[in-house]
């Protein structure tokens, strides 16, 4: 791996990295392409782990998951913050998941930026007025 030797790692480093996000040693020697949307983004985050950083940043990291393997990435983020205190940038229009994970919520719009913990951004009134459009939220109910 490139930046196992950009960064002189040894290969015991990679394998740290791969069992913290739960990469089995047959996974790591799968081919990229053949790799679950889950098992992709757990290889993405073992590389930005490479070398110990103290922040990481996803920019809509589960766009292209269902919802199992949506659900186990933001539980391996969450570990990975409480654990190895790491600071997580989270780029995410699905604010149900910023509501529940997130400590500050940074909301941008042309002009109009607010910036708090989600209990205090996250209403109807402060989302309305900062991206200027009435706010619907979806309720799903199991009708059995």
């Known amino acids: 791996m490139a930046k196992t030797r950009l960064l002189k790692l040894p290969a015991q480093d990679v394998r740290l990295v791969a069992d913290r996000v739960g990469l089995t040693p047959e996974l790591l020697k799968t081919s990229i392409g053949t790799l679950s949307g889950g098992q992709f983004q757990k290889a993405l985050i073992a590389f930005a782990l490479l070398g110990d950083p103290n922040v ?5 990291p589960m766009s292209s998951l269902d919802e ?8 391996l983020v969450r570990d990975l913050h ?4 790491l600071t997580v940038l989270l780029v995410s229009h699905d604010l149900s998941v910023v509501y529940e994970f997130a400590t500050k919520v940074l909301c941008l719009s042309k002009g109009k ?4 913990p989600p ?8 989302l309305e007025a900062v991206y200027s459009a009435p706010v619907k939220f979806y309720e799903h109910r199991h009708d059995h």
Request: aromatic share 10%; charged share 40%.
């Open 56 to 60: 990481l940043l996803f920019d809509e």
């Open 68 to 75: 199992l393997a949506e659900e186990r990435i933001y539980e």
């Open 82 to 85: 409480r654990e190895h205190h």
């Open 113 to 116: 930026p607010c910036f708090g």
């Open 119 to 126: 209990r205090e951004i996250l209403t109807p009134e402060i």
